[in-house]
């Protein structure tokens, strides 16, 4: 539990606020259902074309997580980029948002699903909008990026989610890529060559 | 031509600003060899994925391009998005350049190539890095945008390159959409949804 | 006036396509109280911070409108890029969409108004929720992205909108920067230097 | 130490995925010297303006620790982004390459050397181009993004080094905001409104 003469000292270096911020991911981490996460893969494989959205850091966490869909040989698009078209029916959204309660990202949960497509969210909350509207909703416990005094997390707003969505989303990307069998060589091909 | 008595009179409301502007456009239209744009019809049909490529105010219109394109039901990819695969053999690099030497543009020209991908450049100069890069060159005799003291155009830095390079492009876009003999509510099909 | 058998010819060739939309900017032109356009300098002028919003094809032509800006030396920020903090009392958001409609920027501009910030809105219709928003709003009388059988723009969608908001902005900042006097080449000193 | 049967039977679930991640990053911080990021912290408050650059999934980490920097009250500036102006002399450039030999950032960081400004590398490797430039050079010893077949991580490419910037980057936060002794409600004013 994290108190005042706690902050006092863990937060006196650097070294000190990494080493509260994995042990926060460690506890973190031991309370999430990652069961759930089955069915993230099952929505995967079904997908026709999966799209991401996310809002501000999550939004760029969203990002790397597309980037390794990618790598993985997943069609992939991230919502507000140039080539993204329409969502339509046997498509895919995963949409991230700590709160759940993001406007544009609830919004486009619901055209998604009207669309036809399947939603996956991922936030703090299983009572927000967000988690109400998706077929399968993956609960990370971390604060919400308004819940300034809490006893999960010393750090600012929502880091420890943005950091804990990220290394999740490798977690899966992980065994996405031991299962396919396929050489870290042969994803390399993939990899953007002209920036 | 322009000489500093009539920029006082041009200059004195926006309005004679944007008829300047536009009287730029007539006069450099005028002096592009359009029939070159046959050769980008065709490679747009050849290729099997279509990148594009552009810096600064010319990335935003390279970035519009884009966006019609995926409209009109070719896959494209610009480069620096996330979901931008490595480019190979069989694709085509579309990359725009005012001057035709901006160095992260000429590199990945040289990337392409070198991965047995064709090249059209769009820039202000044939004998420029890019343009020699390129199988195919379309040149837009616009001002670069560090000639500041030039006839051809009163704006600053490269405005008149950036906007002809829109307008080129529609009117590519227009000749494209209406041999394919589609109607707008098809190609609307395709808009981004969820924004 | 555009029917089909002017279609017809006019669509058979690129050259054609640009000769018809230069066409289509003429008529718009002349259309478009430019007057108007003197609030716009004015608040500018007066804004604290001036951000920028717009979406798809009208969202890059926005950029490239921020980017001189910039030049030009005014602080800008491009709502949902990484540096672009909280609007408040005193700064400016410079709003378009074709239609005046869009979700997003419609929610943006009352979230600028409550936050006792200015809002300027550019689009093709007086009446629509943006325009009604903002405190001057820029009617440019295009036809509308889903009007698709008008006589205004054979163009697909919002193209007609897009070029001319490109144009009319780009005339504005001619006049600002001559109206500075100040030369190409202190302005080149704030181009990005880094891409 | 990383071996073929151990890969079995760490790879078989997502949740001994994330068990090796979670230890990958215990193991690497304990290899990294913390206290060069005094220089970080020094090299910050010196700066007039701080500028970050990063590409790939590496550049969605900088921007996300841009956007801490931002809520914290810094003035930054991501290269690429529309409204970033020329890196000059008082100005400090952060930049992250898990390589160190990114050509784009490499060049970069020479540009801002050039103009008088300072340079911050982040990366795997103190041989490298990106760490010889830079005044001070922070290494994370985790593998790079090519070194396939490595005992330092099980994961894909760069993630790692990602991640681990991600957090490191995010206890340097931590320590700047303690420090400041701001409230998160104060900071919080700070939070793009508009999106």
Chains 1, 2, 3, 4 share one sequence.
Not at 46 to 72: P, Q, S, V
Request: negative net charge; without cysteine.
């Amino acid at each position: 539990m994290w108190n005042e003469s706690e902050m006092t000292t863990e937060n006196s270096t650097i070294s000190n606020a990494i080493t509260r911020i994995l042990s926060e991911h460690e506890q973190l981490f031991s309370r999430i259902q990652l069961e759930n996460l089955d069915d993230v893969v099952q929505s995967l494989h079904d997908a026709n074309r999966i799209f991401l959205i996310g809002a501000g850091r999550t939004g760029f966490m969203i990002k790397a997580a597309a980037m390794r869909l990618m790598h993985l040989g997943y069609t992939v698009y991230v919502v507000g980029e140039t080539n993204t078209p329409a969502i339509s029916n046997g498509d895919l959204l995963l949409a991230a948002s700590g709160s759940g309660t993001t406007g544009s990202i609830v919004k486009a949960a619901e055209t998604a699903r009207k669309s036809g497509a399947a939603v996956i969210s991922f936030s703090t909350n299983q009572d927000a909008p967000l988690a109400q509207l998706a077929q399968h909703s993956v609960i990370i416990p971390a604060a919400g990026k308004q819940e300034f005094h809490t006893s999960i997390s010393a750090q600012y707003a929502g880091s420890l989610f943005e950091q804990s969505f990220l290394i999740l989303f490798d977690g899966l990307v992980h065994f996405l890529w031991k299962k396919s069998k396929t050489s870290p060589e042969e994803l390399w091909t993939r990899h953007a060559n002209m920036e």
